[in-house]
């Protein structure tokens, strides 16, 4: 396993109004995150504040190319980010124990936290088509170039890692600094991953090694 420091490029916020950075994603032109009753629009070249959405965002978020998922507790909301409707819901694996989110090959992959999970799930049903098993507490996922990577929070430290999808295996480890936790995760397509920083308020960019 290659393993080395988190090299974090840049730090945007705490956010006015914000107190906790939850999930977060990317749709192209703007990082959304959730802060509790609302997700917010930041510009990912500076942080500045874009555009928010009222509606309930207390886990993982994230985009399939038209529509914005947010975790509210336990359940998974379908949002149009151009008018802010929720246009459907579905209930989350975890049923309130969920954590990261992320879009890939037509599937929602969920987080659950203290099951150290990832779930694969329809994104119609909610119903789960598999599992991985990781050895530390899940927060974020994310899928760049068919690698999935999720980041961990336990005990005050956090990391990002690539792991191998079918065994669950880790391959990569960057480690935050001590302190520096890992709410959400979300990888730009390039090298760059932003990172939800808890209760910090902060968005993160850590380089991703390529």
């Not at 396993?1 to 974090?8: D, G, P, V």
């Not at 959730?34 to 965002?57: E, F």
């Not at 927060?139 to 990391?159: K, M, N, P, R, Y």
């Amino acid at each position: 396993m290659k393993h080395s420091a988190a090299e974090i490029l840049e730090e945007y916020g705490p956010f006015p109004g914000t107190e906790q950075v939850h999930g977060l994603t990317y749709d192209g032109k703007h990082v959304w995150f959730a802060a509790g009753d609302r997700l917010n629009a930041i510009d990912p070249a500076d942080g500045k504040p874009l555009d928010s959405i009222d509606v309930p965002a207390h886990a993982g978020t994230a985009f399939d190319g038209k529509h914005l998922f947010q975790i509210a507790e336990s359940r998974i909301q379908k949002i149009d980010p151009k008018s802010g409707r929720v246009v459907s819901t579905i209930p989350a694996p975890g049923n309130g124990g969920d954590s990261g989110l992320a879009w890939a090959e037509g599937s929602l992959w969920v987080g659950e936290y203290r099951a150290r999970k990832i779930h694969q799930i329809d994104p119609e049903t909610g119903k789960v088509l598999r599992s991985i098993q990781s050895n530390r507490f899940v927060t974020g996922i994310t899928w760049v170039d068919g690698e999935l990577w999720h980041a961990t929070w336990e005990d005050e430290q956090s990391d990002i890692r690539h792991i191998d999808p079918e065994t669950g295996e880790t391959l990569e480890r960057l480690d935050m600094p001590a302190g520096t936790g890992v709410s959400g995760l979300e990888s730009d397509g390039g090298d760059r991953f932003f990172c939800g920083g808890g209760k910090s308020g902060k968005v993160r960019v850590v380089r991703r090694p390529r």
